[in-house]
């Protein structure tokens, strides 16, 4: 305690200083006059009683400075002392200070974006109390381990297990709201009550769902999000108990959620409206084995580990299989934490680049370690002189270390700024890439990371030049005179350029293999013929909701021959529930003619789509054998199905399928196989292989059952095939929409193209990044090997002077330079050849249709290496070709 109370006194007078010597001068002052006095009573000249005193007290300055001593810490004036010469040396050389900061900006700036991004992504907590007790809920069956959830088995999960505090369920759904305006489409939300409550979400305004208010006899109730409370009611206070119409339903506003409340979870998030799961008016909800894309969320009870849960939940699961077998045999919980179902696809990504973006840093630091090395040496006599006067090895040391930290921490100021304006621009480029996306941000995590990278980097390139170069013999150095500076050649600059040469490689070759990755998944055939596809969704007037089945249809018929006639329009088609890489629609069937499977799980699953009959001909899909639907294929026509060639081969192998039939879940429903048509990428361009549930099954949408098409005016997508100019024909579309009905909606527009690019969002987010990360390292290694070889032009300058003089050739001087760095690179492109082809086989897993050694990518990123590794040379040596022999010997 005492000795922190003398460090605290020493700090504080460190911070006081001149107060505390003025102060003590004035003692001082006072002291000396009283022995003057003294002197002067006893009888001493005025010039002799001051020189008595002075003596007496041992020596103004004398008594300060160990005044000073006593009250300051030691070490913090030579460390001012260090840093005000050492911005006075950086200052004398602005070239090398601006190059090596820009530099090192350029490496930290790089690798503050990739940590914020990390940080935001991956590290930081989710925004809710306890996230690591949130986990999601799924229905895993054998071929669908990520599979949706019946509302009647979360009601039993809810009821018998011993693991959650809480739980809850959702699924998304568009609601039109009319009667406040303009009629618009809202993303909506299904939900059990407590689902805000799991996830520790209070209303800014009024209240959460009751459990009484999830039965479908309840009065509808709905909760606005904050957004469309302060966009359609102004902010009011008073919007509770107001009503709302959406389908044509009224609706009273218990409550509002904050707009802070985002979960990036398909079917999770957040939405404009949530309303109880219970108003939901499909037949298909008490259905126990019906796959409705619904999820869960639970949050598990203290102390009880994920691991106890999915055991406890295989209990409950187990018992629901014998109450239910019929539909729940070979059905379980699957749980998955919450951050991992958000993040977990992102991670091999963020792990990547995060070692990418270190090369970078790595050959920065290489950069300006070596041009501290070339400057230290021209530094030699200073040290000598330095150590000549008695300055030891340890001060100088602490003296270039002091140097480099300053260029280190300019450099980290100015890469924060880069890195914030990369995050933000990269962000802006592309919003979809990334999940939790808008919590990437600088927070003081990522400040104090900032400062670390350039305390770390400017000990990392200041060490060892300043270990070369304090080792000085004074009396040698000295003796040398103006040569001693010019005479040492460091191996170590040459070892930076190989490792700059062999890091840029590996990186050169990462980037390289994305961008073939990309194109090879871009060449990839969907399945159809994305181009030209222009897809919406729309609803008729809420009030044909729950309406005559004939009349839905008749309105659909309507709108698909209006659309048909708009000048552009070559095709349309309706289509319910699935979409490639959009959505997707299940069902169970077993073969016509073979024993009915004993329970719904045993059945065999496909994918469905609800179509009309131009729908192969807007999607461009291939008619393989048989036919596709025709406009005869309707309410009244036998059931007729379409499969494409993957079930055709998997069910009917050797065999025609046209004319046979399947029969889906309801056993109601048997259809006669009438085509064949080919296989559609339906979970993107490169995942689709890996998908068990692969197969795939068109129905008619005319024959969708009565039941199921009374919800249908809710919303449905469109798909059409135009030619010319998009713009005119979207706006015709739109026209048409808007002349039909002010309370029918057009919503979600958009091309084919664009759901595939979106599809590819994250791979190539990561493409760009390391395709930059790359470029910088060929520039920065270009820049490293042009430093050097310019160095060595200027060292060799009397040996090529002497060199010429006896006759050397211009040519041969030039070849010879150009030889030092060639070899140099062709070292560091082996080694780097070496290290990529280990390193590039942790990227495996994030390409696509290309090895992870391919020649090609090596080869061809070697030679680039070797071009811009020769154009760095070059002007070195071009310049020490055209050295006058004459003036390089007078230089010595």
Same mark, same amino acid.
């Given at each position: ?46 010039? #002799? ?84 007790? /949130? ?20 009601? *039993? ?11 809850? /369920? ?28 799991? /996830? ?54 218990? &409550? ?15 939405? @404009? ?54 539909? *729940? ?76 930290? %300053? ?21 802006? %480029? ?42 000085? *013999? ?12 010019? &005479? ?73 021959? #209006? ?80 499969? @494409? ?248």
């Amino acid at each position: 305690m005492r000795k922190l109370r003398a460090l605290w006194q020493r700090l504080c007078g460190t911070f006081n200083a001149i107060q505390a010597d003025r102060k003590f001068a004035d003692e001082l002052e006072s002291h000396l006059q009283m022995h003057m006095d003294d002197n002067l009573r006893a009888g001493m000249s005025p010039q #002799e009683a001051r020189r008595q005193a002075l003596i007496r007290l041992g020596g103004i300055d004398q008594t300060r400075q160990a005044y000073r001593e006593r009250q300051t810490l030691p070490w913090i004036e030579p460390f001012w002392q260090d840093i005000r010469f050492g911005l006075r040396m950086l200052w004398k050389s602005p070239a090398f200070t601006a190059i090596a900061v820009i530099t090192l900006a350029l490496g930290i700036g790089a690798h503050t974006a990739i940590f914020s991004i990390v940080n935001g992504v991956l590290l930081n907590p989710l925004p809710f109390p306890h996230p690591e007790q /949130l986990v999601i809920l799924h229905a895993s069956k054998e071929n669908f381990e990520f599979g949706s959830v019946s509302y009647p088995n979360f009601q *039993d999960w809810q009821k018998s297990n011993h693991s959650f505090s809480s739980m809850a /369920l959702s699924r998304g759904y568009n609601f039109s709201l009319t009667g406040t305006g303009e009629a618009e489409q809202l993303n909506g939300q299904f939900m059990t009550s407590g689902f805000f409550e799991t /996830l520790g979400v209070k209303p800014i305004l009024g209240r959460t769902f009751t459990q009484a208010e999830e039965q479908p006899s309840a009065e509808p109730v709905v909760l606005i999000s904050e957004s469309l409370w302060k966009r359609k009611f102004g902010a009011s206070s008073e919007v509770l108990n107001k009503r709302i119409s959406l389908e044509g339903r009224s609706y009273a506003i218990i &409550g509002v959620i904050p707009a802070s409340f985002h979960l990036a979870v398909r079917t999770l998030a957040s939405r @404009d409206v949530y309303v109880p799961i219970g108003q939901w008016r499909n037949p298909a909800l008490t259905d126990r084995g019906a796959g409705m894309g619904m999820r869960g969320i639970a949050r598990l009870r203290l102390g009880v580990s994920i691991e106890q849960a999915n055991a406890d939940m295989a209990r409950v699961s187990q018992n629901l299989a014998s109450a239910f077998p019929d539909a *729940d045999k070979g059905v379980s919980a699957k749980l998955v934490p919450l951050k991992e179902q958000l993040v977990g696809n992102v991670r091999p990504f963020l792990v990547v680049l995060m070692a990418a973006v270190g090369f970078v840093l790595l050959i920065a630091c290489v950069n300006v370690a070596s041009l501290m090395l070339a400057r230290s040496t021209s530094r030699t006599r200073e040290f000598a002189v330095r150590t000549a006067l008695g300055a030891s090895r340890l001060r100088m040391i602490r003296q270039l270390l002091t140097e480099s930290l %300053l260029l280190a921490f300019v450099g980290g100021a100015l890469g924060l700024m880069i890195a914030l304006w990369a995050t933000h621009t990269g962000l802006r %480029l592309l919003p979809e890439a990334l999940p939790r996306a808008e919590e990437i941000g600088v927070d003081l995590r990522v400040l104090l990371f900032t400062m670390a990278l350039s305390l770390l980097t400017g000990t990392l390139f200041g060490l060892i030049p300043a270990l070369k170069t304090s080792h000085v *013999d004074p009396h040698t150095a000295l003796k040398e005179g103006g040569r001693g500076a010019s &005479g040492t050649r460091h191996p170590a600059q040459s070892a930076f350029v190989i490792a700059e040469m062999a890091i840029a490689l590996v990186l050169l070759a990462g980037a390289g293999l994305m961008v073939r990755s990309l194109k090879q998944l871009w060449s990839v055939d969907p399945g159809f013929n994305p181009r030209n596809v222009f897809i919406f969704g729309y609803t008729l007037p809420p009030s044909m909701i729950n309406g005559n089945p004939g009349a839905i249809r008749a309105a659909y018929r309507n709108f698909d021959q #209006e659309i048909a006639m708009i000048p552009g329009v070559e095709a349309v088609s309706q289509s319910w529930g699935g979409l490639p890489m959009e959505g997707d629609d299940d069902a169970s069937f077993w073969l016509d003619g073979q024993p009915r499977p004993t329970n719904t799980n045993e059945m065999s699953m496909t994918l469905v789509y609800n179509v009309g009959p131009d729908y192969a001909k807007a999607m461009g899909v291939s008619l393989k054998r048989g036919r596709f639907f025709t406009v005869h294929d309707d309410e009244r026509s036998p059931l007729v199905g379409v499969i @494409d060639e993957v079930f055709a081969k998997k069910y009917f192998p050797d065999q025609n399928p046209i004319g046979k039939r399947v029969v889906l879940n309801d056993g109601a429903r048997k259809m006669e196989i009438v085509g064949v048509v080919g296989h559609v990428n339906q979970w993107g361009l490169d995942a689709d292989d890996d998908n068990p549930l692969r197969v795939q099954l068109y129905t008619s949408w005319m024959q969708t059952p009565d039941d199921f098409v009374r919800l249908a005016p809710s919303g449905i997508d469109a798909v059409v095939r135009y030619t010319g100019n998009l713009t005119n024909v979207s706006d015709a579309i739109r026209h048409n929409v808007q002349r039909r009905s002010s309370e029918q909606i057009l919503y979600d527009a958009h091309t084919m193209e664009s759901s595939i690019s979106d599809s590819l969002a994250e791979r190539r987010f990561a493409m760009i990044l390391l395709a930059i990360f790359a470029g910088l390292a060929l520039l920065l290694a270009g820049i490293g090997i042009y430093g050097v070889i310019a160095y060595l032009v200027e060292q060799r300058t009397q040996e090529i002077g002497i060199r010429m003089a006896l006759g050397a050739q211009r040519a041969e001087v030039a070849r010879l330079m150009l030889w030092e760095g060639t070899r140099l690179a062709l070292m560091g492109v082996a080694i780097g050849v070496a290290a990529g082809l280990a390193l590039t086989r942790l990227m495996t897993k994030m390409i696509y249709g290309v090895s992870a050694t391919d020649p090609l990518t090596f080869s061809g990123v070697a030679m680039v290496l070797m071009l811009v590794a020769i154009a760095a040379c070059y002007f070195p040596a071009r310049k020490a070709s055209r050295l006058d022999p004459i003036q390089s010997l007078r230089s010595e």
